[in-house]
């Protein structure tokens, strides 16, 4: 007898994508499930049917032979089952939805496996850091304190009482599954005993009470790179909260918060500030000396500038992080306009602005076109 197209079983295209099968399947399943169609022989049929084509559709292997060859071309496979991804894929299609986990094996000879619970990874941890700019642009080490629960001290995480021992679950023979038989499908349920560990304590740990964890506070060196940012989280692996029964420990996260610097801004990698000069530096010319993180860098600045003009002083920013590379310094510059002229000064002033032809009364469209700044004056 001819089997069924698969794409027709599911009501797919052929060109569907493994989410659109997914869905198909999940609806045929539990529009077919013998649980709602309780003595439906038919029901039951087409529900083996459709399991049988979203296993050879979720196999990308199988279904590329399938679509090449045909149900010919899986002759020598037969429908042995399901491969690891595809048997998760029933569980949370189907499990998920009714609320347990269905053993296939019965059904289609896919085998049963053990559905102990495996041990539980220890919890993360989380804390902020903050550190100057100085200490972002060359690195730091912090020295910092947490409180964190570790293996308990007196029975070393195993939870029991010292010179006691777990036992095997009797209740579920240490699988940490209960397993029933439900129409064709066997339904597996954690052991209420043992929680699905599969182990019971008869004698817990008197000082932890049976948790394995006693809380302790941890002083630690936190290494912090050059070049980290506002915001820049850092990963210290195996630093977090013990886990249960000997299971790996979680890790420590920590947030860097950067404070405000007195005199730079920060952009990116980028360092910005400020100075301001007099006129008469501004139309003269001077060399000042700006501050960096490694010593003062001197920067001439030349006769004309213009107030707003940003000078670029190269690798005297900060370092990019896991880099060797560093930005740059970019210096604004601001022209200082007196307040407190006396008379005599003014009068110079004056003087000044007729031998340019300058006017102090009123500047027309035609004034105020020249005497502004280029719109692509910048950084240079």
Same mark, same amino acid.
């Given at each position: 007898m001819n089997k069924r197209n698969y794409y027709e079983v599911l009501g797919v295209e052929r060109n569907a994508s493994a989410e659109e099968v997914k869905k198909a399947y999940r609806q045929m399943a539990l529009k077919h499930h013998p649980d709602r169609n309780a003595g439906d022989k038919q029901a039951e049929e087409r529900f083996k049917e459709a399991a049988e084509a979203y296993s050879v559709l979720a196999d990308p292997e199988k279904r590329s032979t399938y679509d090449r060859f045909g149900a010919e071309g899986l002759r020598g496979e037969g429908f042995q089952g399901f491969?690891? +991804? =595809? /048997?998760e894929d029933f569980e949370d299609i189907l499990g998920n939805f009714f609320g347990f986990n269905f053993g296939f094996g019965d059904l289609f000879g896919a085998g049963s496996r053990p559905r102990r619970q495996p041990a539980q990874r220890g919890r993360d941890l989380a804390l902020e850091i903050e550190i100057s700019l100085e200490e972002a642009a060359a690195g730091v080490e912090k020295e910092i304190s947490l409180h964190r629960a570790e293996a308990c001290? +007196?029975? &070393?995480? +195993? &939870?029991? &009482?010292?010179? +006691?021992q777990k036992e095997t679950c009797s209740s579920c023979g240490g699988r940490g599954q209960i397993r029933h038989q439900q129409g064709f499908f066997t339904v597996s349920r954690p052991c209420s005993r043992c929680h699905g560990s599969g182990e019971v304590i008869p004698a817990p740990c008197d000082d932890c009470r049976g948790t394995g964890h006693a809380r302790q506070k941890r002083d630690l060196k936190i290494r912090i790179p050059a070049g980290v940012d506002e915001g820049s989280r850092l990963r210290i692996a195996g630093e977090g909260e013990a886990g249960v029964s000997g299971a790996e420990p979680g890790d420590l996260y920590t947030v860097i918060r950067v404070r405000k610097h007195e005199f730079f801004d920060r952009e990116e990698h980028h360092l910005t500030c400020e100075i301001a000069i007099s006129f008469a530096q501004a139309a003269l010319g001077v060399t000042v000396e700006i501050p960096t /993180?490694?010593?003062?860098? #001197?920067? #001439?600045?030349p006769a004309g500038t213009q107030a707003g003009q940003v000078f670029r002083i190269r690798g005297k920013g900060l370092k990019e992080l896991d880099s060797r590379r560093l930005g740059d310094? /970019? =210096?604004r510059v601001q022209v200082r306009t007196p307040d407190d002229l006396p008379k005599d000064q003014k009068a110079l002033l004056r003087q000044l602005a007729g031998m340019r032809s300058e006017t102090l009364e009123f500047l027309d469209q035609e004034? =105020? &076109? #020249?005497?502004?700044?280029?719109r692509n004056e910048g950084r240079r």
């Open positions: 491969n690891s +991804t =595809v /048997f001290p +007196t029975c &070393r995480g +195993t &939870r029991v &009482r010292p010179g +006691t /993180f490694d010593g003062g860098e #001197k920067l #001439k600045i310094l /970019f =210096v004034h =105020v &076109r #020249k005497a502004s700044v280029p």
